[in-house]
């Protein structure tokens, strides 16, 4: 991939549905940088590559309800994701999770990325999986309400993405 001259390489990921949508509130600070967005390919996501053309690329679809299948899809997105980041070579990933943005941030640590997880505003009152496991190394770590600094104390309220 062609660096943008002069600016920073951000990777911005998020599974499909309610992870997605918070994280394209985020796009006003697409042109900021020398972007690059990776999220599930399903049929509505599909429709961003109109828009985003080779500045996007897909993982495989899954969710969780079958397990065996599951696990499979993660282990093989694992390796598309680590295809993409040595591709890319983000200096920053943003998430909003969930599960995709896991091996994803695990990746980027590895290699020396700066890592911004911003927790879903869906959850109120308790931690997610993705943000559990990704807290303990996030070099900032971000919620949308007060009252989760509780759970996560080294966490920055950052209010509301809506």
Known sequence: MINVKGKKKVLFIASTGGHLTELMQLKPLFNEYDYH?????????????KEYGKKINYVIYGTKDHKLSYIFKLFFNCWI??????????????TTG???????????????SKIIFIET????????????CVYKFADLFLVQWEDMLKLYPNAKYWGSLF
Request: hydrophobic share 45%; aromatic share 12%; charged share 20%.
């Open 81 to 94: 994701e680590l295809f993409i980041f040595l591709k890319f070579r983000p200096k920053y990933i943003v």
């Open 37 to 49: 967005l990776v999220t599930e390919k399903t049929p509505v996501n599909l429709s961003l590559k």
């Open 98 to 112: 969930a599960h995709i943005a896991g091996p994803m941030c695990c990746i980027g640590k590895i290699f020396r």
């Open 121 to 132: 505003f869906a959850n109120m009152n308790t931690k997610t999986i993705t943000g559990k």
